[in-house]
């Protein structure tokens, strides 16, 4: 059974940093893709950053220049380092994960941009 478990999320005060980490287990040929969506009250979610198995990386505009997102194949993790955040990055977190015409979808962490 394949789970993606977040990890590193918290309350981060305006202009802080956080580093969020995704695990994935149970994936018997690696995942094509691993990414980080996030969605805060009253909003749909969203995507905010992705990277493939070639190292190719997407950002939302709103976190270009700010976040960014890496990964290690060998241990199937991706992480997402998120600098200068703002009060509009709060929302929950969640970890994805493509492979073989399948999604993955990790439980969610809480980042809370407050002062």
């Known amino acids: 059974q394949v789970q993606l478990v977040e990890s590193g999320g918290g309350l981060v005060q305006p202009g802080g940093s956080l580093r969020l980490s995704c695990a994935a287990s149970g994936i018997a040929f690696g995942l094509n893709s691993m990414g980080w969506y996030r969605q805060a009250p009253g909003y749909e979610r969203e995507l905010v950053a992705m990277?493939?198995?070639?190292?190719?990386?997407y950002y939302a505009d709103s976190v270009s220049g700010r976040f960014t997102i890496s990964g290690d194949n060998a241990k199937n993790t991706v992480y997402l380092r998120m600098n200068d955040l703002k009060p509009e990055d709060t929302g929950v977190y969640f970890c994805?994960?493509?492979?073989?015409?399948?999604?993955?979808w990790g439980q969610g962490t809480q980042v809370t941009v407050s002062s």
């Open positions: 994805y994960g493509h492979s073989v015409g399948m999604d993955y």
């Open positions: 990277i493939t198995e070639n190292i190719n990386t």
